[in-house]
């Protein structure tokens, strides 16, 4: 079937470099998606969101972009530090009633200082 | 308050016996969620509850039993699970269930079942 998937299952960065973490989907009626980050232990925690009538959108030391037409969704994440270690997921919805997000395979992020 | 409550946070149960997860929030969200959670894999979706009644079922099999009491309680009965059951199970909630352009979901810590 189709779902959301991510290109790396890991990323290693240092201290301060910016971070991009890239996810692929495959259905062209996914309009809304999410980026979840998930610390050892813990549940997903929202970290930003974008709808599809928008290409990018910024939050506090993270961005979104959406590109519709090759289908990717990134996440940037400025001067990453070693809190920002963990699991991201990214995950989609479509605008009809009675559906459910549905999640990507994940990227594992490893900040060394 | 935008948690999520989960208990218990771990559970160890036999392949004979009877258990339940439970969830709760206060946020005032009509729809909420069971996921289930292998390793190092994605959030499974797995039942769907929008003003207290079961909207998405994902062909969950029947020892799996959702309940939702009411519009901030969510349970999850468990009855002669297998051991390939062992899993995180999350709870999450939403505002509502694919209004318009999709919800966020909040999400609790899960439980992390066990079964022996």
């Known amino acids: 079937g189709e779902s959301v998937g991510l290109h790396l299952p890991t990323l290693s960065v240092q201290e301060g470099d910016n971070s991009i973490i890239n996810c692929a989907y495959s259905?062209?009626?996914?309009?809304?998606f999410i980026w979840y980050k998930q610390e050892s232990g813990k549940g997903p925690q929202f970290i930003i969101d974008?709808?599809?009538?928008?290409d990018k959108r910024q939050g506090q030391r993270v961005t979104v972009l959406l590109n519709k037409t090759v289908k990717h969704l990134s996440l940037q994440i400025a001067a990453t530090q070693p809190g920002d270690s963990a699991v991201y997921f990214c995950a989609e919805n479509r605008a009809q009633a009675g559906t459910a997000l549905i999640f990507g395979k994940g990227t594992t992020l490893s900040v060394s200082s | 308050d935008t948690e999520v409550t989960q208990t218990p946070k771990h559970l160890v149960m036999g392949m004979t016996n009877k258990k339940s997860l439970k969830c709760e929030q206060h946020?005032?969200?009509?729809?909420m969620y069971w996921y289930k959670q292998k390793a190092k894999k994605p959030p499974e979706l797995m039942f769907v509850y929008s003003y207290e009644k079961l909207s998405i079922n994902e062909s969950v099999p029947s020892r799996f039993s959702p309940e939702c009491p009411n519009s901030s309680l969510l349970n999850l009965h468990l009855h002669a699970l297998q051991p390939e059951d062992s899993a995180l199970y999350l709870c999450a909630s939403s505002q509502d269930l694919g209004a318009g352009f999709g919800e966020k979901l909040f999400f609790g810590s899960g439980t992390q079942l066990s079964v022996l």
């Open positions: 946020m005032g969200h009509r729809a």
């Open positions: 974008i709808r599809s009538n928008m």
């Open positions: 259905n062209s009626a996914s309009d809304y």
